[in-house]
């Protein structure tokens, strides 16, 4: 089975025989963005002072804004989709950043379900549900209708059962049987 933290694939256009899913990776870089911002002027206005107090909390601050620096072009850099075609009955999927390039075009013959469920997070539940696009040999791709998941049941189902129906595929909800992610 598929482990990997693939992003969530946001639904952008939807027509009568084909949908397309993008990850919204302007979103997810001004995210990270204003908390490189918030990092870079905390260590402008007390840098200097920190340096004189303690040397290890401006070393952290420094590799803090380091990071969130990386995580902004590793956002920029970030370009994913999906694209469902009926009429020709295949999937498209694409998947390129700093570090990996994916890319294939598959029948709808290879795909199993779309899975609806809400993951367990540490001792409770997740607020948001996740659904899942399950190909044959257990590899899944994450999709919502935001960056973040999708909080109500309702637009969870409908969103499955457009890519369903779409696909011919069953669609599993599993709320009762909630997995760890």
Request: a positive charge; charged letters at 25%; one cysteine or more.
């Amino acid at each position: 089975m598929h482990k990997r933290n693939d992003p969530v694939l946001v639904i952008v256009a939807s027509h009568r025989d084909q949908i397309h899913f993008a990850f919204p990776s302007s979103q997810m870089a001004l995210l990270i963005g204003l908390f490189a911002l918030a990092a870079g002027l905390a260590l402008f206005f007390q840098g200097g002072e920190l340096q004189e107090k303690s040397m290890l909390s401006y070393w952290f601050l420094w590799f803090l804004e380091i990071a969130f620096l990386w995580g902004t072009i590793f956002s920029l850099t970030m370009k994913s989709s999906l694209h469902i075609d009926r009429s020709q009955e295949k999937v498209c999927y694409v998947l390129s950043s700093l570090f990996r390039k994916k890319q294939w075009e598959k029948p709808f013959c290879d795909f199993q379900e779309v899975r609806i469920f809400r993951p367990r997070t540490g001792d409770g539940r997740a607020a948001m549900l996740k659904i899942l696009l399950v190909m044959q040999d257990g590899e899944e791709i994450p999709l919502g209708t935001s960056l973040f998941g999708i909080c109500q049941k309702r637009n969870a189902r409908s969103l499955a059962q457009k890519v369903a129906e779409m696909i011919s595929l069953k669609v599993i909800e599993e709320y009762s049987l909630d997995k760890k992610t």
